[in-house]
């Protein structure tokens, strides 16, 4: 309990989601378009992974196409 | 005899009666205008009107398998523009979208280019006018920038059409290579519509300062034009695959560090095209059917995400992210339909974006094209950032912004909920759905793997993000501009020619300086010479000056001769 209190109600549910799909993969042939997607957990690590990866060029792209909000009205 | 009329014209030609309406009254007549032009629908596949015109076949009015499922969600679009945007009392907002919208419809209905010309510009010259119903001196600057790419493009497509006339004495509007220069030109015209990579600039420009209901017309019409333009004329082009991956893969950066909810909508909008596209390059009848399918899911769930961005921009005044936050208390249907449009973008299971984009990733899987096939699963989980959780989350969760506005007017609440009906809709039942894209698909998008992949995917990617913000590593949103493509017309281009163009005016004042100078020097030089007893003085030389004359007939005679 001190868990979901200190994470969220909200995002203990997404987290448990994510545990209930990582299991729904033992249940089921899962197979992919590629081989690579049929290795173990593939679309959950591809996905964790993208996003953290989006996120970090977004932050670092800032510094080079970022300006002032009236950059154009100058 | 309706049903013969070309699709679209009706509410092009009708639209401007509508300043004769007032409010309410004019709305109703808008719908009906909407209802016409469907009917002409019912006329079936084939050739309906050709025109001849000087020795030219001007095939106004021609539907297929291709053109009817855009000419659908088109009049569809349409419908629920007029419903979202009936609390707008500006006529001249809702004759020009009105007559873009008929604009857009005939323009599906053109079976040669010179009359796909005339609607393609029709298109840019109406919705020029949503741009201007920004109401501000960035919209008005925006418009002009707006008016002048999409005139160009139009201009492209003329050439195109002219040199293909030359050629071949007929301009169908059907299939090209881009080997040619007619095929290029054609191809470089839907390129800017479509929003290729460099050619996007105006998109992100100009849809962001519309008014919120014009953002809403705007996002369904000319750059699926484009898409449907692109299906029929440069289906298989092998570069397309690689345009359109670049078109899904850079957006999503740009959408991440984006203030402007719309704008985010906007780079959200450029990489969904980037789908289409890619399927469009592919050319197979899978392919196909998932661009048009595509094309069809998302007018609908960004013409949503627009539509609760503008309910919120109608009620705050503002769209940026950084000034919003914890409006779900205050707007709960515009959240909630937001929401639906997020996911359904994001394609989750059960929604329309799951069922549409299957098609797409699954064609690239059969064609082995396997780094495209990542890239765009890359700009999936791209798409749940930007727009299936940026939107939604700092609209109206994040942080409380202590803004308390009222819920969306009704009219809005009902536009945006039909739209999330369908969303819906499409998503629980893709086999009805299938019925209306151009080939018969014998496709099963819900099968365990594909939907198991998919949760993952997608899931996972939202956990990243809630690490992000519950770890506070994700920056807060700041007031900014974001550069763009638009950067190279409106900063590098003025940048380098006023140096220019300054030097060449300095040079001029120099230059001018020197030729007087060199005029008084020589007036001094023949006033010395002709006066003050000198040479040429005529009272002491005119003996002299004859003999100089003399001297000069012989030289000319000598050059004469010499030459001769």
């Known amino acids: ?22 299991l729904l993969e033992f249940t089921g042939d899962r197979h992919g378009e590629t081989e690579l997607e049929e290795l173990l957990f593939f679309p959950a690590i591809f996905g964790f992974v993208s996003c953290i990866i989006i996120f970090k060029v977004g932050v670092a792209l800032r510094s080079i196409f970022m300006r002032d909000e009236d950059y154009y009205d100058k | 005899m309706i049903s013969s009329m070309p699709p679209g014209l009706i509410m092009f030609l009708g639209s401007f009666l509508i300043p004769l309406f007032p409010h309410f009254f004019r709305q109703i007549y808008m719908i009906l205008l909407i209802v016409i032009s469907a009917f002409s629908l019912t006329s079936g596949h084939g050739t309906h009107l050709v025109i001849n015109s000087m020795g030219i076949d001007f095939i106004i009015f021609h539907s297929d398998n291709l053109s009817f499922p855009f000419a659908v969600i088109f009049h569809i679009a349409a419908f629920l523009t007029v419903i979202y945007g009936i609390h707008n009392r500006d006529w001249k907002e809702n004759v020009a979208i009105t007559s873009y919208a008929g604009a857009a419809i005939a323009a599906l209905h ?16 109406t919705s020029v006018f949503l741009i201007l119903g920004g109401k501000s001196l960035r919209a008005y600057r925006s418009a002009i920038r707006y008016i002048i790419i999409q005139v160009g493009s139009g201009m492209l497509l003329l050439s195109g059409a002219i040199i293909l006339f030359h050629t071949n004495n007929e301009a169908l509007f ?9 095929g290029l030109l054609i191809f470089l015209a839907f390129g800017i519509k479509a929003a290729f990579p460099f050619l996007n600039g105006w998109l992100q420009d100009s849809y962001p300062e519309a008014s919120e209901v014009g953002t809403v ?73 998932g661009a048009v399918a595509h094309a069809f899911a998302h007018i609908l769930y960004k013409g949503l995400l627009f539509m609760s961005m503008g309910a919120v921009l ?22 909630i339909c937001s929401i639906v449009g997020a996911i359904s973008i994001s394609a989750f299971p059960l929604f329309s974006g799951f069922v549409a984009k299957s098609l797409i990733m699954s064609s690239l899987g059969y ?21 299936g959780i940026k939107i939604p989350f700092f ?37 009805l759905f299938y019925q209306i894209l151009p080939y018969e698909v014998n496709y099963q998008p819900y099968d365990f793997s594909h939907v198991v992949s998919q949760l993952q995917l997608l899931t996972f990617a939202a956990f990243a993000f809630i690490c992000l913000w519950h770890f506070k590593i994700y920056p807060p949103e700041l007031n900014s501009t974001v550069l763009n493509s638009d950067w190279f017309y409106r900063k590098m281009i003025p ?29 001094k030089f023949v006033n010395n010479l002709m006066f003050n007893n000198k040479v040429f003085d005529r009272e002491t030389g005119f003996d002299t000056l004859i003999v100089v004359q003399i001297f000069g007939l012989i030289l000319f005679i000598l050059m004469f001769m010499h030459f001769n």
């Open chain 2, 174 to 182: 059907q299939n090209f290579s881009i080997d040619s220069t007619s």
């Open chain 2, 314 to 335: 109608y009620r705050v005044g503002t769209c940026k992210a950084s000034e919003l936050g914890g409006l779900f208390k205050h707007m709960p249907v515009t959240a």
């Open chain 2, 217 to 289: 017309a705007l996002s369904a019409f000319t750059t699926k034009l484009a898409i449907y333009a692109l299906a029929r004329s440069f289906a298989g082009v092998e570069i397309l695959i690689l345009i359109g991956a670049l078109m899904t893969f850079f957006p999503i950066f740009f959408a991440v560090i984006e203030n402007d909810l719309r704008r985010v909508l906007t780079y959200s909008l450029n990489n969904q095209l980037g789908f289409m596209v890619v399927a469009v390059g592919i050319g197979s009848e899978l392919a196909i059917n």
């Open chain 2, 110 to 125: 053109a079976g040669d280019l010179f009359t796909l010309f005339v609607w393609w510009e029709a298109t840019a010259l």
């Open chain 2, 367 to 387: 064609e082995g094209l396997t780094f495209i096939y990542f890239m765009l699963l890359f700009a999936s989980a791209g798409v749940l950032h930007h727009s």
């Open chain 1, 1 to 22: 309990m001190g868990f979901i209190k200190n994470f969220g109600k909200a995002n203990s549910i997404v987290l448990f989601i994510c545990i209930i799909l990582l």
């Open chain 2, 395 to 431: 609209a109206f969760f994040a942080h409380e912004s202590g803004l308390k506005p009222k819920e969306a007017p009704l009219n809005m609440i009902i536009a945006m909920i039909i739209s999330a009906l369908l969303c819906i809709l499409i998503g629980v039942f893709p086999s």
């Open chain 2, 495 to 523: 940048g380098v020619f006023k140096p220019v163009i300054l030097g060449i005016q300095n040079l001029n004042v120099v230059l001018t300086n020197l030729m007087l100078m060199i005029f008084d020097n020589f007036k």
